[in-house]
């Protein structure tokens, strides 16, 4: 089996993460949990967010031990799955207080990987 190029991965990461900073500037949590498309925009953008991390092999998961991987990994599974249990107060920290590190640190994956340095 051909093993996928992680820069592939990244780049969804990226662009998710783009969308969703995008879509939610200067909204607040009242608005966010106003508007069902908006809400629903964002979990679609953590759902690829998620399943893309599952293509980054181990030894690029290795670059960042500190990001909780398999939380990234799992939420995909509670947004198909769980949806009527998902709390937008929690979507909402993570659009605030998670995803702008995991910007940085896909920015750093991302130029460590086209430096060739796996």
């Not at 820069?7 to 939610?24: K, N, R």
């Not at 939420?75 to 009527?84: A, M, S, T």
């Not at 910007?103 to 060739?116: D, K, S, T």
Request: net charge negative.
């Amino acid at each position: 089996m051909m093993r996928r190029n992680p820069l592939v991965a990244v780049f969804d990461i990226e662009t998710a993460i783009a969308g969703i900073v995008e879509s939610t500037k200067d909204k607040t949590f009242a608005a966010f949990h106003s508007d069902w498309l908006l809400r629903h925009g964002v979990q679609r953008g953590i759902e690829i967010i998620s399943e893309a991390a599952r293509r980054l092999p181990p030894e690029v998961l290795a670059f960042h031990p500190d990001i909780p991987w398999p939380k990234i990994r799992a939420v995909g599974n509670i947004l198909r799955h769980e949806y009527q249990s998902v709390s937008d107060e929690i979507i909402w920290s993570v659009v605030q207080n998670d995803l702008p590190e995991l910007r940085r640190v896909m920015a750093e994956i991302r130029v460590r990987l086209e430096a060739g340095l796996e």
